[in-house]
């Protein structure tokens, strides 16, 4: 795909939060856009309650400080973080903790990507007891499950219109 999008020979080629930095390897001429103004604009839809910013996983966590600095004025970088593994015995995804900061807040979780939410879900589950409200946003948001699936779960779900 990289070869097609250079063989075009574009002065600049726009890349919405790639799921990883390797992207920036091999197109040429790119910038990268942020969710940041997005991330911003879907806290004043559900309210500005004090909302402690959440990476699901050590993966997210630059996308989650930035959103946090940027949301806070420059002021804080104080974010959750969920620690997820691999089960060595059948491969499914286990989360295992996350950090104190997020008991008794309420949380919104930042990630670039949602399919079918089982992740989202796993997580919801563990962390629900301790924290007050649950949101969610991811740039990319696929369902490949269907929605319910997490709306049923966090008190808010919030995606971009990247994927149609």
């Not at 839809?45 to 966590?61: H, R, T």
Request: include cysteine; charged fraction near 25%; hydrophobic fraction near 40%.
């Amino acid at each position: 795909m990289a070869w097609m999008i250079n063989s075009m020979r574009y002065k600049n080629v726009e890349l919405f939060e790639p799921h990883s930095d390797v992207s920036t390897k091999y197109i040429h001429n790119w910038t990268i856009q942020s969710s940041v103004a997005y991330i911003e604009k879907f806290i004043s839809i559900i309210g500005d309650e004090d909302w402690l910013i959440v990476a699901p996983d050590k993966g997210a966590i630059k996308r989650a400080s930035d959103a946090q600095f940027y949301i806070s004025d420059f002021s804080s970088m104080e974010i959750g973080i969920c620690n997820k593994e691999r089960d060595p015995n059948n491969g499914h995804l286990v989360y295992k903790d996350f950090s104190e900061n997020m008991r008794g807040r309420n949380v919104l979780i930042v990630d670039d990507i949602i399919d079918g939410g089982k992740t989202f879900e796993l997580l919801h589950n563990m962390i629900s007891p301790y924290v007050k409200k649950t949101a969610l946003f991811a740039t990319h948001g696929i369902f490949s499950k269907g929605e319910s699936v997490l709306t049923d779960l966090y008190d808010f779900v919030g995606c971009t219109d990247s994927f149609k």
